[in-house]
């Protein structure tokens, strides 16, 4: 029997590699073996948090940042973890050698082109950590790539060094102007798709960012890739509380799975103006 | 090795090799779970409530975790009657899954409406009427609120399928007497029950100060809820010791599966446990084989509502 | 530094200098806590119910941990209101704490015995009226899930304690119409209602394999039930904005309490986090204090019931 | 203003100090700094567990086994625990520095003569816990101090080194033989209590012994002061879950709480036949 859902997915148990504090955030290594050939940027990981006797019976959802497959322990997975929450919290209080479980690769990936292209990844807050992973990869194939990071505080920028060695240029925004130009990402994109040439926006970030770059790239030609984040009860496809109204060929809106369906998604196919707000309607 | 219990259980005359089902919902068709284990080697899938018309439920947020538990307002979104039969039924028939359909209606005619196309239907071990839904024909008051309305939307079922088909009405535990109701609806036809819908709730967002759920309302379910569980189906064992009862109520080990059991469910639905442990499932059902052997249970029959026990010393 | 919010709030025409009470049955009558803060510092103490005669409660085991809860049979073990009245209250009193007398009846005529004799004591801030009792004239069926019954209750009680202290009607959650239980407990006389008591459930002992507790079910408390407490006071406080709410259920922290404020509580009492965190009350009116300040809000009164504001733009 | 319930209770973070397995149990000693001065042998500390986000809401009640103020970490307190269920493993999975919630000391104290007298320590399983800091006590007052431990089997028994010095005598049993003579601790009591003149026996263990060490000392002259141990919600005599039925002077039974009326009581004072089957009754 051939799985067209969770394809690749396997529930197990991963060690903490490493956790380190950089800015807001941490990034988090762990230790997951075989899993990490499956594993292609825009994918994330489901994680239980707050051990054995937790209050939290769901899992966290987590943007795979990057995995590599050639350290002397096996695969190993990066994540950027903002503490947040509860939940978060826990992971990032996590030590080195701790044991966490994981379901993973989980949702859609980043669509890599086969031609070269000139990309341009916008990230907001940690929402640029998948982005990096990506950027290894587009580089590989020849693409042109630029990216634009926006936060409220530079702290909230998270861009590492190894990071920036596979872009062909970074600009950075924050809203208090602490790091790069005080503003926000969607500032000079209009700019930046035409000086540029840009033929696909890979986005990631807040709801607000990806719908305000769908709206300016409208009337584009620009293909707009966005990974989304909507409240996630299980990740695999079987609660239904992560939907999103996307629109048909038809015309007509359909409630899709942002867990499985996405988190990646076509920008232009999603209805913003209706996320939150689709009636109570039979279609 | 397998241990020498005899896991099969009966709801009436359905039989299922194992105690341990999804839960309505829960599962969505299947497909996402094959990934993680073998549908056939569960007592059975119990497929989300579906409607005459697909539909979109309720705008999001649709959950809010809560201290071991979580709210949902789905609002049962879902593709409608015509394309379950036509694509998810087959599917899971193909599967060798046993399967419980889940059918929820706004009115006591789309209730017997949905039986009808179920009846042309083939491979269905049993029908599980969810009537913990608003009826539109009645100010939204749920179904399995008002014992009258409970009982003639399972009438109507009845009437419509035939005498075949197990039928289990789901009822709801937000009601003062639940052994009534129950009582209602077995007189109406059920041939069993499921035992428990999620419990109305709500969750108030801190930031907006406003209900965090886009349906304002949602149900309570996971271990938050599995004493109020416990207590639904023992008061119902008790006043309907024939019926047999579909138990769920934040089951996420064998220990709570077992519990369950004792105070007298013929059968387990996993609901809540496989969004935070795809494996859920079949870890229960292990963990459940070992308790009753432990206990010198032969068979999960001889457990089904021991709870009741009169002591002779 | 004292922030700068008004924490004062009233029940009628009682004034509290802050909305965090102790919740009845989960203080005793305040001397145990007096050892980790000063009961005047709090809202109010509610003691636990009291019946006309000293009563031994049900056998043990009287509690079950469940899943972010607890489930407890005490059986209103308690001294009786002679004792009560002359031992516990004249000591709570001497501390200036403010004092909620919690009254619970086993028929209609103790409830109004038992107001006759409050009504001749002096120094309380109002009486609540826990009608989450067995009726043992109505085959045990408990008056709060018998509107007819809880009406007669506050009516007799109304009668016979006269217009001066405000009388709180404490509900179950364990009913199919909860408003239309607090309507009529209100059109008999009530001021305010407490919403909410306990939640029927059980926990069965997979030693013995029987119920847990002596008392075999047992009423379900702490964080757990918070989402159904929040709905409770939503639902009532929709229905009925006029009549102020003692809130409960599962509050453990400030924004919890903040959580059921905004839902439509007046005041809070908590009580299961009492036995985890003996000075919970004071962590609680302190967190609530700050997030009221984080918010805007220059009182408590202003956050009462804020959920339910219709948004203009 | 006095308090006379739960006088010396304080709430507060203490860190552990150690914690090493010891046969079946764990011995955990904690830093408690200055409450140690008012532990006196038969209270008891009552642990959060489980952590911040823990599904476990009630606190733990542990025997304070010995305190001692003289180390150079200020005041430690020992607990012998067993790893039983999720609280208590997650207890005995706490390592040096972890800091936890404790509230102590609560409940009553076994008597201390003020004359020398010949006492007779009975401990089942880790009942022995309070035992051994009460020995000290009564050596220390010149008293004859006799002490027999009982457990299913051997590595239930728990007996340390250092507690052996401070009794006259030790005799073990075992249920299954594997340690000490096979049987259980009532078997020899009365021709003990003969043989040595016993005036006092302390006991704390299973309630089953207790209630039979109390039957077989019934006609004799012997005072016997346990320690029970009954399901707390809260330790600190708000809940009413731990009550015990306890015989007045006027013949009638109070129903009182093992929190504080306890755990130490008079095991002639509590009618044994009644625990967990008082008739819901007006008394
Ligand atoms: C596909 C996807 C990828 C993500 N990637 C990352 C990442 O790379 N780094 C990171 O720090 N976080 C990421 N998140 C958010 C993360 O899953 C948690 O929501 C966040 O850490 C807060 O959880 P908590 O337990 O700390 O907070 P709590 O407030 O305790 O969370 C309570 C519940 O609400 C849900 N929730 C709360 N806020 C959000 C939100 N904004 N979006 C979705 N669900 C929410 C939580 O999942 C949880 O179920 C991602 C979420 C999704 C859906
Ligand atoms: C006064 C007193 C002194 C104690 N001293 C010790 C000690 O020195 N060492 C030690 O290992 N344990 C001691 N205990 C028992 C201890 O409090 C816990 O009950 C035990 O560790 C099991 O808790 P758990 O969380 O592991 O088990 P769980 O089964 O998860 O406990 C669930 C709940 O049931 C209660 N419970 C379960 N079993 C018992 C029991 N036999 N008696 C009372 N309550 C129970 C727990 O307190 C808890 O609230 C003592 C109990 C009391 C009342
Ligand atoms: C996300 C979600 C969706 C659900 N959808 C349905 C449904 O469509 N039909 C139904 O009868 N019950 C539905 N339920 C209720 C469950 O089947 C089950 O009765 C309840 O969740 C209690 O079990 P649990 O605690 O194991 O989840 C749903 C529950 C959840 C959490
Ligand atoms: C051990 C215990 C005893 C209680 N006794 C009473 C009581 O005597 N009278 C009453 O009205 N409510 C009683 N309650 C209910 C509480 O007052 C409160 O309504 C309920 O526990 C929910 O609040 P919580 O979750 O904060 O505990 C009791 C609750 C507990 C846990
Ligand atoms: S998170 Fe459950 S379906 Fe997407
Ligand atoms: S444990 Fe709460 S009164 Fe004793």
Redesign the interface.
Same mark, same amino acid.
């Given at each position: 029997?051939m799985?067209?859902?969770?394809?690749n /997915?396997v529930?197990q148990v991963a060690t903490v590699h490493s956790n380190k504090r950089v800015g807001a955030y941490h990034q988090i290594l762990i230790n997951v073996g075989e899993i990490v050939k499956s594993c292609r940027p825009g994918n994330f990981v489901a994680i239980?948090?707050?051990?054995?006797?937790?209050?939290?019976? *769901?899992?966290r959802a987590f943007a795979i940042s990057r995995v590599s497959d050639n350290s002397q322990y096996g695969g190993t997975m990066e994540l950027i973890v903002a503490p947040h929450g509860?939940g978060s919290k826990?992971l990032c209080a996590q030590a080195e050698g701790s044991e966490i479980?994981i379901?993973a690769p989980l949702g859609t990936s980043f669509g890599i082109p086969t031609e070269p292209i000139n990309a341009l990844l916008v990230g907001g807050g940690y929402g640029s950590a998948p982005l990096f992973g990506l950027a290894d990869v587009l580089k590989s194939r020849g693409c042109k790539v630029d990216m634009l990071l926006g936060a409220s505080i530079g702290s909230k920028i998270y861009a590492p060094m190894e990071g920036k060695r596979s872009v062909n240029s970074l600009k950075i925004y924050t809203e208090d102007g602490s790091m790069g130009e005080k503003g926000r990402v969607t500032e000079s994109l209009l700019e930046i798709i035409t000086n540029r040439g840009i033929d696909v926006i890979y986005s990631c970030g807040p709801m607000g960012m990806l719908r305000a770059i769908t709206e300016l790239v409208a009337n584009t030609e620009v293909i707009h890739q966005c990974s989304v984040e909507?409240?996630m /009860?299980?990740?695999?496809?079987?609660?239904?509380?992560?939907? *999103?109204p996307v629109r048909n060929e038809d015309g007509s809106?359909s409630?899709l799975r942002s867990c499985?369906d996405g988190p990646v998604m076509d920008g232009s196919h999603v209805q913003w103006d209706l996320?939150?707000?689709?009636?109570?309607?039979?279609? | 090795m397998t241990l020498p219990v005899d896991m099969s259980t009966t709801l009436a005359n359905a039989w299922f090799p194992t105690p341990i089902f999804t839960a309505s +919902?829960?599962?969505?068709s299947g497909? &996402?779970?094959?990934?993680?284990f073998s549908l056939k080697d569960v007592g059975a899938i119990v497929t989300?409530s579906v409607m005459t018309? =697909?539909?979109?439920?309720? =705008?999001?947020?649709? #959950?809010? &975790?809560t201290?071991?538990? #979580?709210l949902?307002s789905? %609002?049962l979104?879902g593709p409608g009657i015509d394309a379950f039969l036509a694509n998810d039924l087959p599917w899971l028939l193909e599967?060798k899954a046993r399967v419980v359909v889940s059918i929820a209606g706004e009115t006591i005619e789309e209730y017997s409406t949905l039986a009808r196309k179920i009846r042309s239907a083939s491979g269905i071990s049993a029908l599980e009427v969810n009537i913990s839904c608003p009826n539109v024909e009645n100010r939204g008051l749920v179904f399995a609120c008002d014992p009258d309305a409970s009982r003639r939307v399972i009438d109507g079922v009845r009437k419509t399928i035939g005498g075949e088909l197990p039928i289990i009405a789901k009822l709801s535990p937000d009601v003062t007497n639940l052994p009534e109701i129950a009582k209602g609806v077995v007189d109406a036809g059920a041939d069993a029950l499921a035992l428990i819908n999620t419990v109305l709730g709500m969750v108030i967002n801190l930031e907006t100060m406003k209900p965090h759920l +886009? %349906?304002k309302t949602g149900g309570l379910s %996971?271990?938050a809820i599995k004493p109020i569980a416990v207590r639904a189906i023992y008061q119902v064992h008790a006043a309907l010791p024939q019926v047999p009862i579909l138990g769920m109520g934040g089951v996420?080990s064998g220990r709570d599966a077992l519990e369950l059991i004792l105070a007298g469910a013929s059968a387990i639905s996993v609901g809540?446990?496989?969004?935070?442990? =795809?494996?859920a499932l079949i870890t229960i059902q292990n963990e459940l084989r070992e308790l009753l052997v432990a206990r010198g249970f032969a068979t999960v029959q001889q457990a089904i509502g021991y709870a009741h026990r009169e002591e002779t010393q």
């Amino acid at each position: 029997m051939m799985n067209t859902i969770n394809k690749n /997915a396997v529930q197990q148990v991963a060690t903490v590699h490493s956790n380190k504090r950089v800015g807001a955030y941490h990034q988090i290594l762990i230790n997951v073996g075989e899993i990490v050939k499956s594993c292609r940027p825009g994918n994330f990981v489901a994680i239980s948090v707050g051990g054995d006797s937790s209050r939290m019976i *769901l899992r966290r959802a987590f943007a795979i940042s990057r995995v590599s497959d050639n350290s002397q322990y096996g695969g190993t997975m990066e994540l950027i973890v903002a503490p947040h929450g509860s939940g978060s919290k826990w992971l990032c209080a996590q030590a080195e050698g701790s044991e966490i479980d994981i379901v993973a690769p989980l949702g859609t990936s980043f669509g890599i082109p086969t031609e070269p292209i000139n990309a341009l990844l916008v990230g907001g807050g940690y929402g640029s950590a998948p982005l990096f992973g990506l950027a290894d990869v587009l580089k590989s194939r020849g693409c042109k790539v630029d990216m634009l990071l926006g936060a409220s505080i530079g702290s909230k920028i998270y861009a590492p060094m190894e990071g920036k060695r596979s872009v062909n240029s970074l600009k950075i925004y924050t809203e208090d102007g602490s790091m790069g130009e005080k503003g926000r990402v969607t500032e000079s994109l209009l700019e930046i798709i035409t000086n540029r040439g840009i033929d696909v926006i890979y986005s990631c970030g807040p709801m607000g960012m990806l719908r305000a770059i769908t709206e300016l790239v409208a009337n584009t030609e620009v293909i707009h890739q966005c990974s989304v984040e909507e409240s996630m /009860a299980c990740g695999i496809g079987i609660c239904m509380t992560c939907v *999103l109204p996307v629109r048909n060929e038809d015309g007509s809106t359909s409630m899709l799975r942002s867990c499985i369906d996405g988190p990646v998604m076509d920008g232009s196919h999603v209805q913003w103006d209706l996320v939150g707000r689709i009636p109570e309607a039979h279609p | 090795m397998t241990l020498p219990v005899d896991m099969s259980t009966t709801l009436a005359n359905a039989w299922f090799p194992t105690p341990i089902f999804t839960a309505s +919902g829960c599962a969505s068709s299947g497909k &996402e779970l094959s990934q993680f284990f073998s549908l056939k080697d569960v007592g059975a899938i119990v497929t989300k409530s579906v409607m005459t018309k =697909p539909r979109h439920g309720r =705008p999001t947020p649709r #959950m809010a &975790e809560t201290p071991s538990g #979580m709210l949902n307002s789905i %609002g049962l979104q879902g593709p409608g009657i015509d394309a379950f039969l036509a694509n998810d039924l087959p599917w899971l028939l193909e599967q060798k899954a046993r399967v419980v359909v889940s059918i929820a209606g706004e009115t006591i005619e789309e209730y017997s409406t949905l039986a009808r196309k179920i009846r042309s239907a083939s491979g269905i071990s049993a029908l599980e009427v969810n009537i913990s839904c608003p009826n539109v024909e009645n100010r939204g008051l749920v179904f399995a609120c008002d014992p009258d309305a409970s009982r003639r939307v399972i009438d109507g079922v009845r009437k419509t399928i035939g005498g075949e088909l197990p039928i289990i009405a789901k009822l709801s535990p937000d009601v003062t007497n639940l052994p009534e109701i129950a009582k209602g609806v077995v007189d109406a036809g059920a041939d069993a029950l499921a035992l428990i819908n999620t419990v109305l709730g709500m969750v108030i967002n801190l930031e907006t100060m406003k209900p965090h759920l +886009g %349906g304002k309302t949602g149900g309570l379910s %996971g271990p938050a809820i599995k004493p109020i569980a416990v207590r639904a189906i023992y008061q119902v064992h008790a006043a309907l010791p024939q019926v047999p009862i579909l138990g769920m109520g934040g089951v996420s080990s064998g220990r709570d599966a077992l519990e369950l059991i004792l105070a007298g469910a013929s059968a387990i639905s996993v609901g809540t446990a496989s969004f935070g442990n =795809p494996t859920a499932l079949i870890t229960i059902q292990n963990e459940l084989r070992e308790l009753l052997v432990a206990r010198g249970f032969a068979t999960v029959q001889q457990a089904i509502g021991y709870a009741h026990r009169e002591e002779t010393q």
